[in-house]
């Protein structure tokens, strides 16, 4: 099993920023598409943004110009820079590599697949 792990979430009042870090084995950032995903109460987990091993981005709607996702090979991490944060951003963060296509946001979102396993995450919490 790959085993990805979270880091970074807090408690951040509305407007604020928080920077997110996921850690992984090299391989899976030299080769792969990795995502940062969230799963608020209640609701489905979907993806939030992802980055492939050519640096190519895609993010949700919901979190465009205010999200921005990137990845260090070298320190074996994907990060997510989270500015402008609002109540609705509140969840637990995830990160993991989808298995298939990754054309566009939702073909990206589709996935049915990972390398690894569902962890504990990160949580994020905005609120005054």
């Known amino acids: 099993q790959v085993q990805f792990v979270e880091s970074g979430g807090g408690l951040v009042q509305p407007g604020g920023s928080l920077r997110l870090s996921c850690s992984a084995p090299?391989?899976?950032?030299?080769?792969?598409?990795v995502g940062w995903y969230r799963q608020a109460p209640g609701k489905e987990r979907d993806l939030v943004a992802l980055?492939?091993?050519?640096?190519?981005?895609l993010y949700a709607d919901s979190v465009k110009g205010r999200f921005t996702i990137s990845r260090d090979n070298a320190k074996k991490t994907v990060f997510l820079q989270m500015n402008i944060l609002k109540p609705e951003d509140t969840a637990v963060y995830y990160c993991?590599?989808?298995?298939?296509?990754?054309?566009?946001?939702?073909?990206?979102?589709?996935?049915?697949?990972?390398?690894?396993?569902w962890g504990q995450g990160t949580q994020v919490t905005v609120s005054s």
């Open positions: 090299t391989a899976i950032f030299s080769i792969y598409s």
């Open positions: 993991n590599a989808p298995q298939g296509p990754n054309d566009d946001y939702a073909v990206a979102k589709s996935a049915r697949y990972f390398f690894g396993p």
């Open positions: 980055i492939t091993s050519g640096h190519t981005t």
